[in-house]
């Protein structure tokens, strides 16, 4: 069976890392995290608890990921007078 603890802890991790300031995101580790979810529909027996878990870290690695290209492309300036709108 496939047991959905270690994606949990990954996730609460990466969770946690929203206090991490962007320039120490990892391009590499997030891709690998978004990359790593995909693989969920191909396990078998499906299994939801699974499935939701992974879904979670996807998510969550997307959120890093804009971040750090947030922080790496655009100016302070254009990123203050986004958020003002």
């Not at 929203?18 to 790593?36: D, M, R, V």
């Not at 699974?50 to 922080?71: D, E």
Request: aromatic share 16%.
């Amino acid at each position: 069976s496939v047991h959905f603890w270690a994606p949990t802890f990954k996730c609460i991790a990466n969770i946690a890392d929203f206090q991490k300031p962007p320039e120490n995101i990892s391009y590499l580790h997030q891709i690998g995290i978004y990359t790593h979810c995909g693989y969920i529909v191909f396990v078998l027996p499906k299994n939801w608890n699974f499935f939701s878990v992974n879904v979670a870290m996807a998510a969550t690695g997307v959120y890093q990921l804009s971040r750090k290209i947030k922080y790496d492309y655009v100016p302070e300036g254009e990123a203050a007078a986004a958020e003002n709108e």
